[in-house]
């Protein structure tokens, strides 16, 4: 079983910046890759970007590649979602999920086994 719990959403005006955080806990976290998702209004769930389990590969939507990083801190058990430049389309509930060890790097929720409860990110124009 793996615990995560996300922080950091809030309210932002566009062009501003964000850094989501993720923490895990209930298994060693390097034995998991971990990616999060997004969810707007009315939408589903999409996928925003994945790294693996030491945080040396990463993957990204074309939609936030380049304004959105991701890092891990090990001794942490976290995970960071870094947003820079949001736009207003940024506005949704954003997850973090935790894969099986065998997943090097996901993009599909049907991929991810465990699922943290969601933090809003709202950016104004």
């Known amino acids: 079983q793996v615990q995560l719990v996300e922080s950091g959403g809030g309210l932002v005006q566009a062009g501003g910046s964000l850094r989501l955080s993720c923490s895990a806990a209930?298994?060693?976290?390097?034995?998991?890759?971990m990616g999060w998702f997004r969810q707007a209004p009315g939408k589903e769930r999409e996928f925003v970007g994945a790294?693996?389990?030491?945080?040396?590969?990463?993957l990204f939507a074309d939609s936030v590649k380049g304004r959105f990083t991701i890092s891990r801190d090990i001794a942490e058990s976290t995970m960071f979602l870094q947003m820079n430049s949001l736009k207003p389309e940024d506005t949704a509930v954003y997850y973090c999920?935790?894969?099986?060890?065998?997943?090097?790097?996901?993009?599909?929720?049907?991929?991810?086994?465990?699922w943290g409860q969601g933090t809003q990110v709202t950016v104004s124009s």
């Open positions: 790294c693996g389990r030491s945080g040396g590969t990463t």
């Open positions: 209930g298994r060693t976290f390097t034995s998991y890759s």
């Open positions: 999920a935790a894969g099986p060890p065998t997943l090097r790097v996901g993009v599909n929720e049907s991929e991810y086994d465990y």
